[in-house]
């Protein structure tokens, strides 16, 4: 063989070579036409035009950023195709041929399935945003951690699954055929110039080795390379639904059982406990003293609540949201009978939850902690002293915890078991108990737990005992049925509020018909108490786990509106001396425990997570609330610190809107720390106890 040959075989592989990472240039193409196809499905369904008119100067931004994302996830899921080329110039030559005919069926293939795959994950995360206004996150795992054949339920009758198997049928046809016609079928464009094409694959790895990173700078993009705007909705366009998915996961493991306090330290920007700590208290710890011992206080000594110890009951209601009750009128009654005792309560507005998931919520509520979820952790049957329910177990209380849900949800009956509660009864202790008792999918229906409460109550007090309950309610909640003998009132759409629907109507309306069965039965159950005997000295707390997302586009504006739930009380006439009911403060579900055990308890230990709101003393600026350990606001504004902080005051025009703010004022970073430290401080004070357990 002449060298002239050798040359020509020589020439010919790197051809075939020069080829294939065309062919992979086309595939990336591809790739890039679906995710800038959701991107700007995400925008024109869920983007609110006039916000993003006002804000337009960033969507080019947001755009940008998303290709490098887009381009990252890419080129590593095409960083297994790159051996199969690479293998092609190391083939015999008398073998070459057949070589070439597996490697584009193996590709073929593989990008095919590939992209079908990444369709269908792009697709979900598409309706989860639809539900959740976000992007995949630590929420996601719900899906496979939670009721499974209810979720599965609520799936069905809430999403479009048939139109969307045929959408996967049609988009399967169509990567089918453009894989073929279009990415499969390739030419080498250089003609005989080594040097062209040694120049092409040089440039061509190069940008695949920069794509990999998705930068030129010191460090690869990630997560906080997301905040490109002051609006967190063109923020959220940025990432797509398969850098979400990792990041959760990410998330998954960085938020999850970890005792590693430097790390906590780290997240938050302190460099030790005592300086979180202090932030969060506002206050100087005594050299000497053990940081975490601040997180604990004393309620004062009251001869009369020892002489009258109220019952307290809690009531955590599913999805029931602040939004609502603007909405709630004549024609849409949201509400039910709860409307006719207002007048009797105090109603909270300005208001957070801890976390817009439910098992979040419950365990920030129950021991305070801001890890999790602890119920499906190595930690599901430890007893922390953190408990919400030890300073009503100290004090002789019967502690209660009443669910319409399976207590075999998610390990939480053998979690509560733990948690100092006496007396824990779910769906099969109130179908045995309450006579007619039914139930729908995620549990007994609402009106049946209140009834099983209703009998604790009178249960305690016939035995001369004070009861704190803890009540978790569960039917306001896909796929929304109802039992059957419920007569719901009107439910009757204006145009305005039609028009607004981020879903169809139908689903609107077994939404808002939910909403008003819950509120109903609670009106009802709060009614009976205060009529009763037991009005006179039981409190009663109610507030929701989180708000509903899944009807409206919220935009950085209606940030309060898109997180926040009611808080509602009602506190005997005896119970209320020398206390201040200022219902226009910010709180959020970190006061509500130190406020009942306040209102309830003499001279009690308790976990300081936040202000006794009833406390006439406090300042009133000093009032914050925080919503899933990373947005906070106050009277002052909004920080959202999940990223980079983004900040926002108050419109002077419009009440309970909220505008960028174009300086990072005082007032804001002083919000900003609070919100840090506070996080800071309840994961520190989690961790301690995760240790104590742990020796």
């Not at 926040?564 to 403060?585: A, G, H, Q, R, W």
């Not at 002052?636 to 309970?656: C, D, I, M, Q």
Request: net charge negative; charged share 20%.
């Amino acid at each position: 063989m002449n060298n002239n040959t050798l040359k020509k075989k020589e020439a010919t592989k790197l051809d075939k070579f020069i080829i294939s990472l065309f062919k992979l240039i086309k595939v990336y193409l591809i790739g890039l036409l679906i995710f800038f196809a959701f991107r700007l499905a995400l925008i024109l369904s869920f983007g609110d035009l006039e916000e993003l008119n006002t804000f337009r100067g960033y969507l080019l931004d947001a755009f940008w950023v998303g290709f490098r994302f887009d381009t990252m996830v890419l080129v590593y899921f095409m960083l297994p195709v790159l051996p199969v080329i690479f293998a092609g110039l190391f083939i015999p030559a008398n073998n070459y041929r057949r070589f070439l005919k597996l490697q584009n069926k193996v590709l073929f293939w593989y990008y095919f399935v590939l992209y079908i795959l990444l369709f269908i994950v792009l697709t979900v995360d598409f309706y989860y945003f639809k539900f959740f206004q976000s992007h995949f996150n630590l929420l996601v795992f719900g899906i496979v951690e939670d009721d499974t054949t209810a979720v599965l339920k609520s799936v069905w009758t809430d999403y479009p699954v048939i139109g969307v198997l045929i959408l996967f049928a049609v988009v399967g046809f169509l990567l089918y055929w453009m894989l073929k016609r279009f990415a499969i079928r390739c030419y080498n464009p250089f003609g005989r110039s080594v040097l062209v094409k040694t120049v092409f694959v040089v440039l061509f790895f190069l940008l695949f080795s920069i794509g990999m990173r998705g930068s030129l700078g010191m460090r690869p993009i990630r997560k906080e390379h997301t905040t490109v705007s002051p609006n967190r909705f063109i923020n959220s366009i940025v990432p797509n639904g398969i850098y979400a998915l990792k990041d959760a996961w990410r998330d998954r493991n960085k938020y999850s059982i970890d005792r590693d306090i430097n790390k906590t330290l780290e997240l938050y920007d302190f460099n030790n406990s005592r300086q979180a700590i202090e932030s969060f208290l506002g206050y100087s710890i005594k050299e000497g003293d053990d940081p975490i011992e601040h997180l604990y206080d004393e309620t004062p000594p009251n001869p009369f609540l020892e002489e009258n110890p109220p019952n307290v009951v809690f009531l955590l209601m599913e999805s029931m949201s602040n939004h609502y009750f603007d909405l709630h009128s004549e024609s849409l009654n949201l509400l039910g009978s709860l409307e006719y005792i207002l007048d009797d309560l105090f109603l909270y507005r300005n208001f957070l939850p801890i976390h817009n998931g439910t098992i979040y919520t419950l365990e920030g509520l129950l021991i305070n902690s801001p890890l999790g979820p602890m119920v499906q952790s190595p930690y599901f049957q430890s007893t922390f002293l953190t408990s919400s329910a030890l300073p009503f177990y100290k004090n002789n209380y019967n502690t209660a915890f009443v669910t319409g849900s399976q207590l075999g949800w998610r390990n939480l009956g053998i979690f509560i078991e733990n948690q100092y509660f006496e007396q824990i009864e779910g769906r099969s202790h109130i179908l045995e108990n309450v006579s007619g008792a039914e139930e729908g999918s995620w549990g007994v229906y609402d009106e049946f737990m209140f009834t099983r409460i209703y009998d604790i109550l009178t249960e305690s007090a016939s035995k001369d005992e004070p009861a704190f309950v803890f009540g978790f309610t569960t039917t306001n909640h896909t796929p929304y049925d109802l039992p059957a003998a419920f007569e719901p009132q009107n439910v009757n759409l204006c145009d305005s509020i039609r028009g607004a629907l981020r879903t169809n109507e139908d689903l609107a309306v077994k939404n808002f018909i939910s909403h008003q069965y819950a509120k109903d039965c609670m009106g009802k159950f709060m009614k009976k108490i205060i009529d009763s005997p037991l009005g006179e000295n039981t409190i009663i707390v109610a507030t929701g786990d989180h708000n509903v997302m899944q009807l409206f586009n919220y935009r950085d504006a209606d940030l309060l509106y898109k997180f926040s739930v009611p808080l509602i009380m009602y506190v005997p006439e005896k119970y209320k001396i020398n206390k201040t009911f200022d219902t226009n403060i910010f709180a959020s579900h970190k006061d509500i425990f130190p406020t009942l055990f306040n209102l309830s308890l003499s001279n009690t230990k308790y976990v300081n997570s936040g202000f006794d709101i009833l406390d006439g003393s406090i300042n009133r600026n000093e009032f914050y609330a925080v919503n899933s350990y990373n947005t906070v606001l106050n009277n002052t504004g909004a920080v959202v610190f999940e990223n980079s902080p983004l900040f926002y005051k108050w419109s002077p025009e419009v009440g309970n809107e909220l505008i960028p703010a174009d300086d990072e004022s005082p007032e804001l970073k002083r919000l900003l720390l609070k919100g840090r430290a506070y996080s800071a401080a309840m994961t520190l004070l989690i961790q301690n106890e995760l240790i104590r357990i742990n020796n």
